[in-house]
């Protein structure tokens, strides 16, 4: 959604890189770039006037004046003013102090209310409430059977007395959606209402007639995140029309340039609280100010990534698996196992989109293929138990009739065994050099638990003694012959800790040395 924003800020920023100081013309240039990448991504001009004016007052004060790097402090000031546009602090839903809390869902026809209050309702449901879908959205043909049918997928009860299509009366229907909660001890209600095509008096008396009805704790404006510009005046008219309390952006995973997301809160003063990421009903979580505008800024989203990875693995199985890696009992159905853990995360694009300096990289991520994925998950499980956990036993009339059950080429099963071998192999290297950083032997700091690099009872390697060739007496030639023993490969640990000195030495991509 916000990169074609995040590459025209990196581009201002690069002129900022290197400099001692700060003149008046270095932060107008910077700041001309910053305006021209917000009207580029659809920010409302008010909003984008008020952004660069914070900026440069705070740019030319003492706070960088005083700053050991400037550049820096223009980037912090930046971030700190993108927290300030999209909220400040995350807002929680406000709970009734005796359930049920209603929840009324307001916004135009095609914002995605209702597949939206099905991933409410689910995300609810996981942090521990009993929510009910109330399906008032008796004007837009089959809204009623679509809420049904997301609710089934979600798991959660959806109350529906009347069958839509132009029938029936929604406000009746969502006051008898409240006293049927109050009845089945549902502690959440969350009430689909209709939306039209555009704004209207029809629409704004129903929304207010609804509200009146039920008195909901919280009223969510729903707004599509890619409308651009006419974000403002939609907002503006459903806060006077309705005067919700929240806002929900849904299809926050589109490619348009996302500047709803920072006008809304600005020109409205409603907190946005919610945000839809996807099409899956999982794709939906708190929306974090702080964590969008690292995210915009390329700063990565390392908090997000940590909750999800909290979500798919407990502490338990990482303790198991680390345990397996470490005495080289990793199998094939433990990568499966892990690969189907991750994949409860979310795509593989996204989670490497949250991490830092991840945008100059985003061509990379586009083309990548996740239906790659699923080939390695079918190979696998075509695989019997006893291949999976030998993977040796693999032979060539096996791997046709593997890559016949996974509907892949056989091709693709040599790889994926080569590749399972190799990293056995490095697996086991890691876990014979040692890799506990209170051990006295060869291993990598901060890579603890994969074995102390000398156990009792173990074989030790014998050391291949070698004579020191005599220092010479000419100071040039002794100069020499000590940069030639700098430059020449270590016999000691070499990439990874390996004992091994023929192991092959590892250097990180030039685009990774360039970040450090």
Known sequence: MFDSLQSRLQTAFKSLRGKGRLTDADIDAVAREIRLALLEADVAAPVVRQFIDSIKERARGEEVSKALNPAQQVIKIVNEELVNIL?????RIQFAKNPPTVIMLAGLQG???????GKLGLWLKSQGNSPLLVAADLHRPNAVTQLQVVGEQAGVTVFAPEPGNGVGDPIEVARAGVAHAERTLHDVVIVDTAGRLGIDDELMQQAADIRAAVNPDEVLFVIDAMIGQDAVNTAQAFLEGVNFTGVVLSKLDGDARGGAALSVRSVTGRPIMFASTGEKLQDFDVFHPDRMASRILDM????????????AFTAEEAAKTAERLQEGQFTLGDFLSQMEALSKMGSMTKMLGMLPGMGQFKDQLANFDEREID???AIIRSMTPSERDNPKMIDG??????SKGSGTQVSDVNQLVDRFFDAAKMMKKMAKSGFDPAAAGPGMPGMPGLGASKRAGAKQPKQNKKKNKRASGNPAKRAAQELATQTTKPSGPGAFGFSDPSAPDFELPKELRDLM
């Open 87 to 91: 909220g400040g602090e995350t807002r």
């Open 111 to 117: 914002a995605g209310k209702t597949t939206l209050a």
């Open 300 to 311: 990565g989203d390392v908090l997000t990534l940590i909750e999800q990875a909290e979500k």
């Open 375 to 377: 080939k390695i998950k």
């Open 397 to 402: 009339s096996r791997r046709a009739r593997i």
